[in-house]
């Protein structure tokens, strides 16, 4: 039998599930050598669990959620995070720090109808992950290599380095050191190809912190640059302000 | 049949963006209840964007959507530059005339043939029928890539691009870089132009009802970001002029706020919209191929509307082409911009329809507030009213059919139900 992926959806763009679709050179082989079984985005076929590989994607921000994902644990021998929402809460965490029920005033005439937690957190906050892509949005190239390594029973490779690799790799000038341009990218995790600085933009840190990341060091090449703390701090609370060593940083800074 | 105590559950809606549900409760032959709920769970973007800089507005928004993010960033750069008084170069206008091209082809393409056409043909995805039809599913994903192709030449990639900033782009590419992209959109042309003849041959249940579509409408061209809002039954006014004329409501069923217009109520927006306010304003090799398979304004068959996004991913395709071949690298990508006081506004005609953007900011730069208006949320009522109908003339059919048949119906308006929030539970209720 033939091994199964579902593919599940929680707070999100769905733009990190598109990329599944997205993939059109491979998503044929892949659909060859996997069952799609559970995509809801995608099809209406729905099979009952158990699922060999199950795909998250979306941050928990709902009390039903919050019961959801454990269900869906219990349904999937691998379960694989993919995406800023579901390995950091998103964007969305931006609520965590704020007052949700203001937050709800603001959007909605009668928040009272609303059924939501008061911070949106990852999946990891709730069960146990056994592997996960960052990104917002992942990595269709390390999306491809995820679901190739688990067929063929290897580690996906997921990259523990900095974006500032890439960026040599690519031999974009550092735009910290020549222009002077704030960038994330010395603390941000490497997997999008260093796209900003190629744009002649700093790095805004959608895949989130890399191991260890010297937010401290960086401080210095920013105010070098003509930005401050502040500056630095707000930048931290962006994409993946629900990061631990983001949030922790950016509340030190 | 009509008093039995017969029930249907669906749980969700497949083959849409987001996460939704429809609930149809029939008394004694009537339809008692019809409702189309979105619990997509809400992200309070309006809420987080105060007091962030009024340049993150386009990478922050366009997290509301992975399958419209060019949407979303334009029309909020483009709500920045009115609040700050700033006209961009209008060469650069043009490469953000060809990325929203981009996202329409791509956007466009998997809605036809990976969610809707498996509908028409029976299939339970865009997979299932590419076993059968693998030529047909191969010259979708070829054209779909070609989309993506664009949206990754301007922004770097194909979701949550980076390029576009208020004041232009970060970085506009050479026409050497843009140059192997003509190739692939000359061969997009002919995908295009067959899509058009396949998509009008698929068996179209006929579900006419008449409706008021509101879209972006210029005098010179078939508006993308650029025009007055226009409706066919009168509505004329400038982007500034929305919230005078629309209002929208929160209901208890969904997560979305309800669009409607002030004067009149219902209306909808999407492909269909713009098709009928500006049929005559399509590239000429779009409009022969409408006409050649028989689709004319006032197009009022929701089902139709796969016809219609063939035909306008065909005008993208002919726009990109035409952009291309008349491109020269303006000197700067960029004009510097000031933050101002005031108040902005902002309105492009996303894959799925109209999507408004307004911001207050302050001299700092800093966002007072914000109001987004997506698809949607503007066609929730008339989604409702078209599942209304359609059960109303097809009580006899099985549950199941009638099911099919509304799910069928609601992925006719592609809802991005992210976007709103804003698969669908769908229930039939014969009690």
């Known amino acids: 039998m033939k091994p199964t992926l579902a593919v599940f959806k929680f707070a999100s763009c769905d733009g990190c599930q598109l990329s599944i679709l997205d993939a059109e050179d491979h998503i044929m082989s892949i659909a060859g050598a996997i069952d799609i079984v559970e995509f809801a985005e995608a099809t209406t076929r729905r099979e009952p669990p158990p699922y060999t590989v199950g795909l998250v994607e979306g941050s928990i921000t709902t009390p039903h959620d919050a019961l959801r994902i454990r269900e869906i644990r219990e349904q999937c021998q691998i379960l694989v995070t993919i995406g800023a929402c579901a390995t950091s809460g998103g964007i969305q965490a931006l609520r965590n720090a704020a007052d949700v029920d203001e937050f709800a005033a603001q959007v909605y005439a009668s928040p009272e109808y609303l059924d939501v937690l008061a911070t949106s957190t990852p999946i990891s906050d709730h069960v146990r992950v056994d592997y996960a892509l960052y990104g917002c949005p992942v990595s269709i190239d390390q999306l491809v290599d995820l679901v190739t390594a688990l067929l063929a029973g290897r580690r996906p490779y997921i990259p523990e380095h900095s974006v500032c690799i890439e960026c040599k790799q690519r031999g974009s000038t550092c735009l910290l050191v020549a222009p002077g341009i704030p960038c994330l990218g010395p603390v941000t995790r490497a997997g999008c190809g260093a796209i900003c600085p190629a744009f002649g933009r700093g790095c805004y840190g959608c895949f989130g912190p890399s191991p260890h990341p010297n937010v401290a060091g960086l401080l210095t090449a920013w105010e070098a640059a003509g930005a401050d703390r502040a500056d630095l701090a707000e930048a931290l609370r962006a994409f993946t302000v629900g990061a631990p060593e983001f949030a922790e940083a950016a509340r030190d800074l | ?431």
């Open chain 2, 1 to 431: 049949m009509t008093s039995d105590t017969r029930r249907i559950g669906v749980e969700y809606i497949t083959r849409v963006e987001g996460e939704g549900w429809l609930k149809v409760a029939i008394r004694d032959g009537k339809v008692s209840e019809c409702n189309f709920g979105i619990f997509e769970p809400p992200r309070f973007f309006e809420a987080f964007m105060r007091g962030r800089k009024f340049t993150e507005a386009p990478d922050i928004t366009a997290r509301i959507c992975g399958i419209c993010p060019v949407a979303y960033q334009v029309s909020s750069v483009q709500a920045m530059e009115m609040v700050c008084g700033v006209t961009i170069d209008p060469v650069v206008d043009e490469l953000r005339t060809l990325i929203y091209c981009g996202e329409w082809i791509e956007s466009h393409t998997l809605h036809m043939y990976l969610l809707h056409a498996p509908d028409f043909l029976g299939y339970e995805s865009g997979i299932a029928l590419a076993a059968d039809h693998p030529d047909e599913v191969g010259r979708g994903l070829r054209l779909k890539q070609t989309g993506n192709a664009i949206v990754a030449a301007l922004g770097g990639r194909e979701i949550h691009p980076v390029g576009l900033r208020v004041g232009g782009y970060h970085r506009v590419p050479t026409r050497n870089e843009l140059a192997p992209l003509i190739p692939r959109l000359e061969q997009a042309r002919d995908d295009a132009i067959q899509t058009v003849d396949w998509v009008a041959t698929l068996p179209m249940p006929e579900a006419n009802r008449d409706d008021e579509y509101v879209a972006l409408a210029a005098d010179d061209h078939y508006a993308i970001h650029h025009g007055r809002i226009r409706s066919t039954r009168g509505l004329d006014i400038a982007v500034e002029e929305w919230n005078d004329h629309f209002a929208e409501e929160h209901v208890e069923r969904s997560t979305a706020l309800h669009s409607h217009l002030k004067e009149r109520g219902m209306y909808q927006v999407g492909p269909t919209a713009r098709f009928n306010l500006s049929e005559e304003l399509l590239r000429p090799v779009a409009l022969e191929a409408a006409h050649r398979n028989g689709l004319t304004a006032p197009c009022t068959n929701p089902f139709k509307s796969i016809v219609v996004r063939a035909v306008e991913t065909l005008h993208a395709v002919d726009l990109a082409l035409d952009i291309l071949d008349r491109y020269q690298r303006p000197a700067h990508p960029y004009v510097p911009v000031t933050p101002t006081a005031g108040v902005g506004h902002g309105a492009s005609e996303a894959p799925r329809g109209l999507l408004y953007h307004r911001y207050e900011i302050d001299s700092e730069g800093r966002v007072k507030t914000a109001q987004i208006v997506p698809p949607t949320a503007q066609n929730q009522a008339s989604i409702e009213a078209d599942l209304l109908h359609l059960v109303e003339r097809n009580l006899e059919l099985s549950d199941a059919d009638l099911q099919h048949l509304l799910e069928q119906s609601i992925r006719n308006y592609d809802p991005c139900i992210s976007c709103s929030a804003h698969f669908l539970h769908v229930e039939v209720d014969r009690a």
